[in-house]
């Protein structure tokens, strides 16, 4: 029974740890409908500067728990203005080969800055403790994350429904044309959102990279498990995404534990049977094509 | 890089009246393994400047290309060295798959290949080629020098965990041998999936298993990933961690901290091994790139050592594929990791091992050589 | 027309003297861009032709690859086993993934071919006594058929530029077809297609399957060709390249996908030997594509054709208009 309770302990926490990394991409996809193949590298960029904040001093991560996040949406911002907002028109495929060929250039830059040995963020003596839950020790900051989590999911959700601009946001969604007849600059709705989802990646960046660290290539491993999460989720929709990421979480951590060796094919499996049941994913709107 | 293009493709094919030696070596410089190529290259370039690139009057000319550690890739690049930069002999690869997947095209080509990482089994077993000599290790040196020793100094029942993938596989399988055959017990097993970064399942699984001791293989990231959440979950404490030499190697151990304090592990070279030889080459390695050597920095030096004396051996004439790898099988020399030598039979080394200890030295650790396993060889089937 | 004739044999007969020409090096380049060349011109019925956009193709290549490689290791290296044991296997395989693939579009689908084929990943990956795991699978015999002995590398070119034309003229005329219009019309308007009377699942079931079958074609031969395949060709990265292969030479055009794959082979190769930090490069140039020639390089030459035609004979139909516009 203990073992059962730790194993949920790890699941919820790794599924908010998901959670916190995909938010953004749900966002970005959900309203502007692009699907940012550069959302892993935003991941990483936001890992790495919270290295280098933290080399010296691990106290200094309270201090990258906002830079970070802010460093990322500055980059989101300049990759808005001068690539994304040209493309708009081209559609899908062509913003495919936009982002991946940003998630290319992004790859070499952290190689040059940072290069290609495997790197640690340590935290600080506050979070890096153990703590006993059904006699197991847990590291504190797992539980942590399941905290930060719940916090983020409760904001997005007061956000895009109790606020006028969630208002504009969820319109946005569904019918472009009648936000800019309201008189809401459209434009100017794009570029905010999208500097949010870079800010929301870099977030993910600092709460994720004390637990999984830092390494070459880990902007794509991240970047394919956000889009499982997106995708189980359902399109648009922060409260798919939300349950989505959990329940991946507990299906990942059980397989481990139960059926080890067929944990990766487990992930995709589920992926698989959620849209053959469910087309548009657990909680996910019709998105037009 | 160094890379020259020979636009002549029917240059000169006896080549013996060739200025240089040309060496291609096939190593990562892009992916997960970028790293361990990149100390693989320093490594030899340290070891030719030792002998200022040149041997019996031939200049040495290193042709690098990336493997990206895909052997698809690999394959392709492997062939430009062979087919229009005309290296007379080919060096690397830190994956196993793309050893594999370019051994019938150096074999039926004819072209020596001194392999300087990929520790696969069967390179030097079923695989084995007339051209193909391998200077590093094998899986099965790695895993089975740690089996009996662990069965004496460590504890009777053991949980063994190794990331999901071939190479993970044979040393733990070398491992279970060993041990079982002195007379211990297997009392759990589970492999993650290779490039796997949460732990907490497995640690959690493996915590709630009655062993006197944990046998991990795990390298690069899974080997920081795991020493570090291996600690966080309370694990330390109960049981001690024993596995290869990886888990604790020299690039590694900053990122991971105090949490491999008390890992045992087999390795065929340590930066603290106190020979002359040694202390000469991490000194040397250090004033060049101001940083320590790792273990694949090594693989690299004396990879070009051998390529070195093979052709002195020779006169400098590296023509003829079939000497050059007869005179690789006679290159013996007292390396920085102990005596080296190949076996004639197997084209494999047979080298020294180590169990290291990894310690707390002023707030940062360090390993310590604790036993020496003389001579291990692989058995080459 | 006539002109396009000409071209055509011009291209082919230039082709077919490669050996003459290029080094043993440059002809193995060549071959390996005539297999991915099959491939990407495979997943363009998906993509370019019936608007489906998916990130899975290269579980077909690896299904075809795989069957191929072990039929070859187990049975014989006879090119008349390996291949239509590698199209039957293939098409198998696309025939169940299709049938689940049908009841999703746009992202979804996209997604659901990456789950597949990634399930197909692990599936090779885990299964290390059929396949050799994560070392994949070596020392596959070079193939033979009819007496004649494919380990000479000339001979397996002319066997593959063989195969290549066949492939490239059959598709020419299969989307030149009333099927492949319908397939287009597809693309273009689903529910339109839909409203005339037409079965569109069971055309885009059709042409699912005909891309598969033709992946694990190129996987076949691309495993005759190397003597080894291995998980990374399986991996959902592989189904990336496909896919920018495609977009970059031009999605929806009959030379498009060839060229683009040309162009990312020969870009890998010289710029990996040149530069650590090949991949920016290789980054940069995407970018370009998308900012200044968002219609591939088939969009590239027929702008420059346009120009020169039109100063002589006036307009001159453009194929390709709309496709990357359509899509999702």
Known sequence: MDMIGAQLVNGLSYGMMLFVITCGLALVFGILGVLNLAHGSLYMIGAYVTYSITVNSAQNFWMALIIAPIVVAILAFIIEMTLLRATYHLGHLSQVLLTFGLAYIFHDIAAIIWGSNVLSVALPPSLAGTTVLFDQSFPTYRLVVIGIGFLLAAGLWYVQEKTRWGAIIRAGLSDKEMISALGVNIKLVFTVVFVIGGFLAGLGGVIAAPVLGLYPIMEFQTLILALVVLVIGGLGS??????????????????????????????????????VVKPNGLLGKKVAA | MQSTSNSDDKADASGSSSETIKIGALLPSSGVYASLGKNLSQGMELYFDEINWEVEGKKIEIINEDSEADPQVSLRKA?????????????????????????????????????????????????????????????????????????????????????????????????????????????????????????????????????????????????????????????????????????????????????????????????????????????????????????????????????????????????????????????????????????????????????TKTQLVNGKTENEVIETIEQVQDPGK | MKKGIVLTAAVALLMGLAPFFLSLFHLNLFTEILILGIFSLSLNVLVGYTGMVSLGHAAFFGVGAYAAGIAAKEMSPNLLATLPIALIATIMVAAVIGMFCMKVSGFYFLMLTLAFSQMIYSFIHQSTDLTGGSNGLSGIPAPVAGGIDFSNPVLLFYFILGVFFSVYAGLSLLVHSPFGQVLVGIRENETRMRSMGYNTTRYKYASFIIAGALGGLAGSLYTSFNGFISPIDVYWTMSGSVLIMVIIGGAGTMAGPVLGAALIVILETIVSSYTHSWMMIIGIIFIIFVVFFPKGLTGIAQSIMHRMTRSKSGYKENHSKAVLKKNA
Do not use: C
């Not at chain 1, 798919?240 to 067929?262: D, H, M, Q």
């Not at chain 2, 001194?114 to 080629?129: C, E, I, K, P, Y």
């Not at chain 2, 044979?170 to 041990?179: G, I, L, M, N």
């Not at chain 2, 709630?208 to 990933?225: M, Q």
């Open chain 2, 79 to 355: 062939r430009k060295m062979i087919d229009q930069d005309q290296v007379d002999i080919l060096t690397g690869t830190v994956s196993t798959a793309v050893a594999y997947a370019i051994r019938d095209e150096v074999d039926s080509k004819k072209i020596p290949f001194l392999v300087s990482h990929a520790g696969g089994n069967d390179l030097t077993r079923s695989q084995r080629s007339d051209y193909i000599w391998r200077s590093s290790f094998s899986s099965w040196q790695i895993g089975h020098s740690m089996g009996e020793w662990a069965y004496k100094n460590v504890g009777h029942k053991i949980y063994v965990t190794a990331a999901d993938y071939a190479f993970g596989k044979e040393v733990s399988a070398a491992f279970k041998e060993a041990y079982t055959a002195a007379g211990g017990e297997i009392v759990g097993e589970v492999y993650p999936p290779l490039g796997n970064n949460d732990y907490s399942s497995y640690l959690t699984t493996i915590g709630g298993a009655e062993a006197d001791a944990v046998y991990a293989f795990f390298a690069g990231s899974d080997a920081v990933r795991f020493v570090q959440q291996y600690e966080q979950y309370g694990l330390k404490e109960k049981m001690p961690l024993i596995g290869s030499g990886w888990l604790v190697s020299e690039d590694l151990r900053e990122s991971q901290g105090n949490a491999p304090e008390g890992i045992l592990a087999s390795t065929f070279w340590d930066y603290n091994i106190n020979t002359d030889e040694n202390k000469a080459f991490t000194a040397a390695f250090e004033k060049k790139y101001g940083a320590r050597p790792t273990l694949e920095a090594l693989e690299g030096y004396d990879a070009a050592r051998i390529i070195a004396e093979a052709a002195a051996s020779l006169g400098g004439d590296v023509s003829d594929p079939d000497q050059v790898v007869e005179a690789f099988s006679n290159v013996t020399f007292a390396s920085p990791r102990g005596e080296f030598k190949f076996d004639k039979d197997t084209h494999h080394v047979i080298q020294d091992m180590y169990i």
């Open chain 1, 238 to 275: 922060i409260s798919g995404t939300f349950t989505a990421a959990i329940l991946i979480g507990l299906v990942e951590t059980f397989s481990k534990y139960l059926v080890p060796e067929l944990s990766l094919f487990f992930v995709y499996g589920l992926m698989a049977v959620v849209l």
